[in-house]
């Protein structure tokens, strides 16, 4: 069993930047991959970042390649997005997941464990 918990979400300017933190317990961190998630209002659920055990291999969305950093520390047992240069439509609740294996999926159907959720408002 895996658990996770967000946080970093907020309110910010458009062209802002946020750093989001997801920590994770319970089963041995590396022996996952991650990814991020988001879910804004009357909208299904996204795919934004993904990477793999290591963080030797990562992935991203067409929407937000270029702005946002996904990455990990093992030893914290900690995943991260960091996002720069924000848009209004970047506004959504961001989720952090874990998968079944040591690589990461784009699809949501492919990870196990689920975050809560943190909400992120990028103001025009």
């Known amino acids: 069993q895996v658990q996770l918990v967000e946080s970093g979400g907020g309110l910010v300017q458009a062209g802002g930047s946020l750093r989001l933190s997801c920590a994770a317990s319970?089963?041995?961190?590396?022996?996952?991959?991650m990814g991020w998630f988001r879910q804004a209002p009357g909208k299904e659920r996204e795919f934004v970042a993904g990477?793999?055990?290591?963080?030797?291999?990562?992935r991203y969305a067409d929407s937000v390649k270029g702005r946002f950093t996904i990455s990990r520390d093992n030893a914290k047992n900690t995943v991260y997005l960091q996002m720069n240069s924000l848009k209004p439509e970047d506004t959504a609740v961001y989720y952090c997941?874990?998968?079944?294996?040591?690589?990461?999926?784009?699809?949501?159907?492919?990870?196990?464990?689920w975050g809560q959720g943190t909400q992120v408002t990028v103001s025009s």
């Open positions: 997941a874990g998968g079944r294996s040591v690589y990461y999926s784009t699809t949501d159907d492919e990870y196990d464990y």
């Open positions: 990477i793999n055990w290591s963080g030797g291999r990562t």
């Open positions: 319970g089963r041995t961190f590396r022996d996952y991959g």
